[in-house]
């Protein structure tokens, strides 16, 4: 058991490492060398857990896809519904942008390294999770003229956007701010206040 627990720290070392070369150099200018380095494993630690610097990235990856439905399921099981659910959990994804290395370098191998398929995009699917959660407002609320989908779109491109923005001027502190204001924006085409 020890020795297990051992591996796993030893994994998550080199995650942790290699999000924050990634997220300083991307994926081209990352080198395994300072992966190692940071660790303060061996070289030969790091092979035990991946073959490649293209190991890591795609478990960095894989990582950030199986964080995204705990978050929404923690805003479903909150009890909050349509816009007010909306906004929390774009908020969850903004703190967890800014906070945590790992899903910051993810999303940069995402736009470099590992872009999504046509078929296959994330910011469809994000589409589709803010825009069934505005469709509840439409129908609590009976509001006429409001295409959730079409508000989903502007507020999925408007949180990602602001997240790409802060983090290339190193704002990242401001992001839950840009994200309010992505909403208040979005008010009024929702008819609220």
Known sequence: MVRQERAERTRAAILDAAAAEFDEHGYEGARLERIVERTGATKGAVYFHFRSKLDIARALVAEKYANWPVVIQEVTDSGLRGAAAAE????????????????????????????????????????????????QEVEDRRLTGVDPVALATVAVHGVFGAYMIADELGRLE???????????????????G
């Open 174 to 192: 401001g992001l839950r701010a840009d994200i309010a204001r992505v909403w208040q924006a979005l008010r009024p085409a929702l008819q609220l």
């Open 88 to 135: 929390e959990l774009t908020q969850r994804v903004g703190v967890i942008l800014a906070q945590d290395v790992r899903v910051r370098a993810a999303m940069k191998l995402t736009q470099t390294a590992f872009p999504p398929s046509p078929t296959d995009n994330p910011y469809d699917r994000w589409v589709q999770v803010i825009g069934g959660l505005l469709a």
